[in-house]
């Protein structure tokens, strides 16, 4: 089994439990739809992110224990929906119009600056030193990130918050240092690396 079949099942079913939640809990105000657009879609494109430029990492190969291991890891993002669709919460405007902005500019990042990653180097190998890359060296993990923190502030609730630190931590970070060191083989990888933020823009003057 791959990788990327954990994660895509994972962001396929999606859409099916946050309506199985609103289901449960006969909670169909405006949070949960709203919650159902942004997640629901992010996981829609998701998927036709993987048909149209997938990332080469998910390929990788694992057991059946780590599948079921990382499907129950991924499955913890769903306590965001749980959380606010069980708790029947009413949810400030400002706040509703705060998660659609931060996940809006989240979904634009992640994805254009993945798309830029794939087909540039289909056609070249080597550095990404311009476009989304220019100032930062990981736009895609950033935009993923701000999607990420969109649905923790939904819920209104600290809990998504630890949760995305812990997949920062273990997951995210470990990545961002992993892919500095397969890059640190080109020359030109030291400069660019003092001119960027691992992360956030890096203003040199």
């Known amino acids: 089994m791959k990788l990327n ?10 859409p099916l439990v946050v309506v199985a939640l ?30 149209i430029f997938p990332d080469p990492y998910f390929k990788e190969e694992i057991n059946i224990p780590t599948s079921i291991a990382g499907f129950i890891f991924l499955g913890s993002y769903w306590i965001s ?8 919460k009413t949810i400030p405007i400002p706040i509703i119009a705060s998660c659609i902005s931060i996940n809006i500019i989240g979904v634009f ?9 794939f087909f540039t180097l289909k056609l070249r190998k080597g550095l990404i030193e311009d476009g989304f890359f220019k100032k930062v060296r990981n736009t895609n993990y950033l935009g993923e990130i701000l999607i990420y923190i969109s649905f923790a502030l939904l ?26 060191k397969s890059l640190s083989k080109y020359e030109s990888f030291s ?4 001119k960027t933020g691992l992360l956030f823009p890096k203003f040199n003057g």
């Open 5 to 14: 079949q954990i994660i895509n099942f994972h962001k396929g079913l999606t």
């Open 22 to 51: 609103m289901c449960i809990y006969k909670n169909f105000t405006l949070p949960p739809y709203i919650y159902l657009a942004l997640h629901g879609t992010y996981g829609i494109l998701w998927l036709l992110k993987e048909k």
């Open 81 to 88: 929906p749980y959380i606010l669709i069980s708790s029947q």
């Open 109 to 117: 990042l992640h994805f254009a600056s993945d798309a830029q990653k």
């Open 155 to 180: 819920s209104l609730n600290i809990i998504p918050f630890l949760v995305l630190a812990i997949f920062f931590f273990i997951v995210f970070l470990p990545r961002m240092y992993k892919k500095d």
């Open 191 to 194: 400069v660019y690396k003092n």
